[in-house]
């Protein structure tokens, strides 16, 4: 079984930071794609960004120049750096990650879609 798991959210005022971590653990043969997702209260989720394996990253536009993504392959660990923070940014935070959790599934091409639980994120005077 495959455990998602964030911290780092919580209270910060407008224009603050946040850093928010999350570790995968359980079973796991490969890790893909990570990223992180938001929904705010009456929304949809959303992407926030992604990364792949080898760095490559991808922003929501609202999110660009203010959000940084990282990973740590070794400690299977995503990173998401939150800078300039506003009040629209308030929101639950949840990690995702693509994950192949066996070397049979892997060399079947199955790979399942893990999500945490989420960190809530508030931006508030």
């Known amino acids: 079984q495959v455990q998602l798991v964030e911290s780092g959210g919580g209270l910060v005022q407008p224009g603050g930071s946040l850093r928010l971590s999350c570790a995968a653990s359980g079973s796991i043969f490969s890790i893909y794609a990570m990223g992180w997702y938001r929904q705010a209260p009456g929304k949809q989720r959303e992407l926030v960004a992604t990364?792949?394996?080898?760095?490559?990253?991808n922003y929501a536009d609202s999110m660009k120049g203010r959000f940084i993504i990282s990973r740590d392959n070794a400690k299977k660990m995503v990173y998401l750096q939150m800078n300039s923070l506003k009040p629209e940014d308030t929101a639950v935070y949840y990690c995702?990650?693509?994950?192949?959790?066996?070397?049979?599934?892997?060399?079947?091409?199955?790979?399942?879609?893990?999500w945490g639980q989420g960190t809530l994120v508030t931006v508030s005077s």
């Open positions: 995702n990650a693509d994950i192949t959790v066996n070397y049979q599934d892997y060399r079947r091409g199955k790979v399942e879609d893990a």
């Open positions: 990364i792949t394996s080898g760095g490559i990253t």
